[in-house]
């Protein structure tokens, strides 16, 4: 068996000879069928693979690894449903090519969000390319780089079965920004590719943040209108409980003070 093993890792499915050896150190299996053995692996394989995709996905975002579309918490307090939180997880908005428009204020989970959804396309075998905004139109008019490295990573841009672009409208994009920013939309849409944005800023706002008013609305309309799907996020406010009990506390503690030094004094 140890064989088996072996010629699992020399093909590179390191999942599965894992899980083989995990298979063989349970004395339970030994009588169970090949066919249980057998799913067991390819189990063990796909669990590993998906793990890989996703441990390279936040790698090149540079995010943290606990967000995901599972530690997000959907309820009414943050604006968004279970109910709805569900039905994006369900990616049928990426096989409709459709628009995710994420906004809200500091802290309110914008980025969790968009990165969850990632995270998710990325175990169903969906690549996707996780940008910032500003830095995203700054290198693709660096000059510092090949006109050739430019094309490359608009190319990587306009082709990926997911684009996912965090802060969105936060800085004032140029006349040259702005055109390459429609490009960008126009070409996704012709391919029929989804994108996931995330602003602090609410969509009303926007416009002061786009030089040229042509390609403005043309990002608008490939991003908000028929078919998007707006997250309007909230920042939870924290519980008041302790809060509460630290100035009832604090209140009670003072009057004590209080009466002690009428007592003490003469």
């Known amino acids: 068996m140890r064989d088996h093993v072996q010629a699992l890792r020399t093909l590179h499915l390191q999942g599965m000879a894992d899980a083989l050896e995990a298979w063989q150190a349970d004395p339970l299996n030994v009588d169970r069928p090949l066919s249980?053995?057998?799913a067991y692996l390819i189990d063990g394989h796909s669990q590993r693979q998906n793990q890989s995709r996703a441990d390279t996905f936040f790698r090149q975002a540079g995010l943290a690894t606990h967000y995901s579309a599972h530690t997000f918490r959907a309820n009414p307090a943050?604006?968004?449903?279970?109910?709805?939180?569900?039905?994006l997880r369900g990616l049928s908005w990426i096989k409709r090519g459709q628009a995710v428009v994420i906004t809200g204020p500091t802290n309110a989970g914008k980025t969790h969000l968009a990165a969850g959804l990632g995270h998710e396309a990325?175990?169903?075998g969906l690549r996707c390319v996780?940008?910032?905004?500003?830095?995203?139109?700054?290198?693709?008019?660096?000059?510092?780089?090949?006109?050739a490295a430019r094309r490359?990573?608009?190319?990587q841009l306009a082709n990926a079965p997911l684009l996912i672009m965090d802060d969105f409208a936060t800085e004032y994009a140029t006349t040259e920004k702005t055109y390459l920013l429609r490009?960008?939309?126009?070409?996704?849409?012709?391919r029929g590719l989804p994108v996931v944005v995330a602003s602090i800023n609410a969509v009303a706002d926007w416009d002061g943040y786009f030089e040229?008013?042509?390609?403005?609305?043309?990002?608008?309309?490939?991003?908000?209108?028929a078919g998007c799907h707006r997250v309007e996020l909230r920042r939870s406010a924290p519980p008041k409980t302790a809060h509460r009990d630290h100035k009832r506390t604090r209140s009670h503690?003072?009057?004590?003070?209080?009466?002690?030094?009428?007592?003490?004094t003469p």
């Not at 490359?152 to 190319?155: A, C, E």
């Not at 490009?183 to 012709?190: E, G, K, N, Q």
């Not at 503690?253 to 003490?264: M, P």
């Open 36 to 38: 249980e053995a057998l």
């Open 122 to 124: 990325t175990v169903h």
């Open 152 to 155: 490359r990573y608009q190319k």
């Open 78 to 87: 943050t604006g968004l449903s279970s109910q709805r939180m569900d039905h």
């Open 183 to 190: 490009r960008l939309l126009d070409d996704r849409a012709r």
């Open 253 to 264: 503690v003072t009057r004590c003070v209080k009466a002690h030094r009428s007592v003490a």
């Open 130 to 147: 996780f940008v910032r905004t500003p830095a995203m139109l700054d290198r693709c008019l660096d000059p510092d780089l090949t006109i």
């Open 212 to 225: 040229d008013e042509a390609a403005r609305e043309g990002i608008y309309s490939r991003l908000i209108d």
